[in-house]
């Protein structure tokens, strides 16, 4: 069979390499056609009851996530002229696109008796009347003095996705800053492309620089990294450009992967054949005997790796999804490059330079296998106790690390105002400004306030202006007085916190974990109402991580496992070769419990990751002892290429430590440490259990 295929390379190298050129090609054309997503909906769950009451409550108020912006101006906006600057950033921000109501720092119409009163151009009397307005409704206004200079907050609410650099135009003149999830988006598309642009071609370089010392020359370590880079070009191209997937913080990482890990086969591909050249073998008899020696365990580690990821199907995320079907796809493209490309260009190869070395490694992993259990007691001895530490945590904007501008803005907004990052409290009432139904909405703010929470509802309003008119404390006791003071509420408040029989009141976070969210979700709930927001939906996602994580870990064990015995026609060796990776899982989520990596939607589904790749260390130890029976020679050819595509897999992955995204330092970090287990247990352990059946 590998004779009739290395024949059939031989005679047909110039076409092969004619028709790859021409899917090069067309896939370059495919580039052109990515298109990036970068809403935080694609976190969300595909079905959600939280995702029912936010959609819900947008239609009723046809409005979608507001934005905070803060702009800082160097006159007092109380003053006339801070006053006229204001409207004139409200015209500016108002006519922009998308944008349905400003609601400015200062009331635009104010009572004075029962009238209201525009707040541009008042009278030196009207200006007198504004000012005892405002001074009794000091708290809330969004207006701050601080000590470089005056800071004044508008609050935008869209009725369709607003472009964020329009803000930032409008605003240029201004030192200004943005929170709010809109503005969390509109800064993705840059980190897309700068991580599309960059990091896979750093990537490269990095494996490159690991290949070639495994390899010894620079010629070869190129040649096993190229069927990858081709399957990263068809899978951006075809799959996802031509036919019409998207590009967003999830799925940027399929080239990515399909590079660092597609490159596995490549490495002992290239690696084995040169072992060959150098027991002077003729190029054809070289190809040959690699394709036998390797060429089944090459096609079943495609196959599992595969697997991994494709054990994301079963989650309730559809983002998570399409990048493990990509990714999938991306492997199983690297497996099929590495089979056509590499024996084509490998085909001209007649001389060779190898370094003559002894194979340290080999003797080392030899002597370690003889305290096999011993090693593995300290693997469970260092990584167990940290499984009891894992904490279920996804803070969208701990997503973003520190230096980034996501990041800053939102740390500014909230040391001048408190009011960075939003969520609503729901409520329905068939008379929502009845005494006894609003007293419950300002008992739950009072709450939110005692925990450090701010809070803010159009019944706030009503109670200052009730003092202010009727020198009344707190809300009108009688709902007469109460509709009287709604018909003077600002045309800004009116219509966008209460609406029919429902109303909402913001509620300002400090931060988005979990324990805040549930605090004030708690607060809320107990007050009869409910809480709602893009944190609580993608907290809702989170939750439900723990049991579909094991509903995919055991999906992705299965389809391992049952692979194996099928290429393998035995039970034994397969459950073997588990052993490994079982250890590997440990590792992972007992490294992620000590170093306090949050199990999330995204760094949850490593174990997918750790099964279908660390598996194929395991699956090359078993192959090549099946083929030579001799665990000595076995751990001798395997031990190099298996701790170079280890090591060079997470130095590859290291890269993403450029991203602006916090949780891909995270996946570098977790791949280093399972990587190595994986590798070190494949060559100790796995020997060990091995020997047994002799």
Do not use: C
């Not at 054309?29 to 819900?56: A, D, N, V, W």
């Not at 934005?67 to 600057?85: A, C, F, T, Y």
């Not at 207006?143 to 609410?157: A, P, Q, S, T, W």
């Amino acid at each position: 069979m590998f004779e009739k295929y290395t024949s059939f390379v031989f005679k047909n190298r110039k076409k092969i390499l004619v028709v790859v050129l021409v899917l090069n090609i067309l896939a370059l054309f495919g580039l052109f056609k990515l298109h990036f997503t970068t809403e935080f909906s694609i976190l969300m769950p595909q079905k959600s009851h939280q995702k029912e009451i936010y959609e819900r409550m947008n239609g009723i108020f046809k409005s979608g996530e507001q934005l905070v912006v803060m702009v800082k101006i160097n006159i007092d906006p109380l003053s006339r002229e801070g006053i006229d600057e204001i409207f004139q950033i409200k015209e500016r921000l108002s006519s922009i696109k998308g944008v349905k109501t400003v609601i400015p720092p200062v009331p635009e119409k104010f009572p004075v008796g029962f009238r209201l009163v525009e707040t541009k151009n008042m009278s030196e009397k009207q200006y007198r009347d504004f000012l005892s307005y405002v001074q009794n409704m000091e708290d809330l206004l969004n207006v701050r003095k601080v000590e470089d200079g005056y800071y004044i907050l508008f609050m935008i609410l869209p009725k369709e996705s607003i472009q964020t650099e329009e803000i930032e135009k409008a605003l240029s003149n201004y030192e200004h800053y943005l929170s709010g999830t809109q503005f969390l988006e509109g800064q993705i598309f840059r980190y897309l492309l700068f991580m599309l642009l960059s990091l896979p071609p750093l990537a490269v370089v990095l494996l490159l620089s690991v290949f070639r010392i495994q390899l010894g020359r620079f010629k070869y370590a190129i040649l096993s990294l190229i069927p990858a880079g081709f399957a990263a070009l068809w899978t951006l191209g075809y799959v996802m450009g031509w036919m019409g997937q998207n590009l967003s913080i999830i799925t940027v990482l399929v080239p990515i992967f399909t590079i660092v890990m597609g490159s596995a086969d490549g490495l002992h591909f290239v690696s084995h054949f040169l072992e060959r050249k150098k027991e002077g073998e003729s190029t054809f008899n070289a190809i040959k005997d690699t394709l036998e020696s390797v060429g089944r365990a090459m096609i079943l580690t495609t196959l599992t790796t595969m697997a991994g990821f494709l054990s994301f199907l079963t989650l309730n995320s559809q983002s998570m999804k399409q990048m493990g079907l990509l990714a999938a796809v991306g492997i199983g493209l690297a497996g099929v490059s590495t089979w056509i490309v590499l024996p084509v260009m490998l085909s001209k190869v007649e001389n060779v330079e190898i370094r003559g070395r002894e194979n340290g490694l080999a003797q080392l992993f030899q002597r370690l296998s003889k305290r096999a259990w011993i090693v593995t007691l300290v693997v469970l001895l260092v990584f167990l106790p940290g499984t009891f530490f894992l904490k279920a945590d996804l803070n969208i904007l701990k997503l973003y690390k520190s230096y980034t501008k996501v990041r800053k803005n939102v740390e500014k907004i909230e040391k001048v105002f408190r009011r960075a990052l939003p969520v609503y409290a729901v409520f329905e009432s068939k008379d929502p400004l009845s005494p006894a139904f609003v007293q419950k909405v300002l008992s739950m703010e009072e709450k939110l306030k005692s925990k450090g929470y701010d809070a803010f509802s159009v019944y706030d309003i009503l109670v200052k202006m009730n003092e202010h008119l009727f020198k009344e404390e707190g809300y009108p006791k009688i709902l007469a007085r109460a509709l009287i003071l709604r018909r003077l509420l600002p045309e800004e408040y009116a219509d966008n916190f209460i609406f029919g029989n429902t109303g909402r009141a913001l509620i300002f976070l400090d931060n988005l974990d979990r324990d805040t969210l549930e605090e004030v979700e708690r607060i809320v709930k107990e007050s009869g109402f409910q809480v709602t927001g893009l944190p609580y939906i993608i907290k809702e996602m989170n939750d439900s991580i723990v049991p579909q994580q094991v509903l995919s870990v055991v999906l992705a064990v299965s389809m391992v496992f049952l692979l194996l015995v099928l290429f393998q026609k035995s039970f034994v060796y397969p459950a073997k070769a588990i052993v490994p990776v079982s250890l590997s899982l440990v590792s992972l989520f007992g490294f992620m419990g000590l170093s306090r990596i949050p199990l999330n939607l995204i760094t949850a589904n490593m174990a997918g990751i750790v099964i279908g790749v660390g598996i194929d260390y395991a699956i090359h130890v078993t192959e090549l002892f099946r083929y030579y029976k001799d665990i000595e020679k076995t751990v001798r050819i395997a031990s190099t290429p298996i701790l170079a595509n280890a090591f060079g897999l997470s130095i590859g992955l290291s890269a993403l430590i450029l991203s602006p995204f916090t949780f891909h330092a995270y996946l570098v970090a977790i791949m280093w440490v399972t990587m190595t287990v994986s590798s070190l247990m494949s060559l100790v352990i796995l020997p060990k259990l091995l020997e047994v059946k002799r």
